[in-house]
């Protein structure tokens, strides 16, 4: 699970990254967990499309180098895990439900993010040498499968606050039409459409990331069989993922 929500307005970050300075907001933004995890993931996985286009000599030092790179930091990621479950632990506790449909959607995502960032750990410990490397094989089996199920919840409950959305949205229309017709002024209702467009944008692009790791996920479910399963496509469906959750995290520094 890499998805992370963010409901903050490019608008806000434009004027925080003008009040404190560039490299002010850059340090604010390398100083999360998220921040220096998402950037080690753009590395790895621009590293993945580069030696699956085939640019580099199958016999060049430079694809050796290039895959050593990418072995290193998967498994360096692996330790910014640790504790990550204790978010979604949080995330469904500090949760507030219209529906029985909602609360499903939520117990189905953050409980099985809550999993897959708790298995990784142990994942971690194998590749440090702590636990034995034959139970490697089971615990990744359980990591993907509660990493695309987590996915699955996550699109769903994002898809179900979409509705919610542009119900609203509507709501606030029909409200701008009337004291159109009736000659008053809106100012207020044009800023809560604002930040309605602004976290519908969210929205979506959250589930554009969170369908780009389902993917990814799903082909490990698969052992990379399959036409959507190709080195390329899934190195482009893992660069996808962190771009996003990069500026959805600059934006809330």
């Avoid at 692996?78 to 959607?105: M, T, V, W």
Wanted: aromatic fraction near 10%; glycine fraction near 6%; hydrophobic fraction near 40%.
């Amino acid at each position: 699970m890499e998805s992370e929500s963010s409901t903050a307005s490019p608008s806000l970050s434009e004027s925080t990254i003008e009040g404190r300075g560039f490299l002010n907001h850059l340090e604010a933004h390398q100083a999360k967990r998220e921040g220096v995890d998402k950037l080690l993931k753009i590395s790895n996985y621009a590293t993945k499309i580069i030696l699956a286009s085939s640019l580099l000599s199958e016999t060049s030092t430079l694809i050796r180098r290039h895959k050593s790179f990418e072995s290193s930091v998967e498994k360096s990621r692996k330790a910014f895990r640790i504790g990550k479950f204790i978010q979604c632990i949080n995330a469904l506790r500090n949760s507030h439900f219209d529906s029985k449909q909602e609360l499903f959607l939520s117990v189905v995502a953050n409980v099985s993010g809550c999993l897959y960032y708790f298995v990784e750990q142990f994942i971690w410990l194998v590749y440090s040498g702590l636990i034995d490397h034959k139970h490697l094989r089971n615990l990744e089996k359980i990591s993907v499968w509660a990493e695309f199920i987590g996915y699955f919840g996550s699109i769903s409950l994002t898809i179900w606050d979409l509705k919610r959305i542009n119900k609203d949205e509507e709501a606030l229309k029909s409200s701008i039409k009337v004291a159109i017709s009736r000659g008053k002024g809106y100012c207020e209702e044009e800023e809560r459409m604002r930040k309605l467009r602004e976290e519908k944008l969210m929205n979506i692009l959250s589930i554009v990331q969170d369908l780009a790791e389902g993917l990814t996920a799903l082909a490990d479910v698969w052992d990379s069989k399959g036409r959507l399963s190709g080195p390329l496509l899934l190195a482009f469906y893992g660069l996808l993922s962190p771009v996003i959750s990069s500026h959805n995290t600059w934006i809330s520094c």
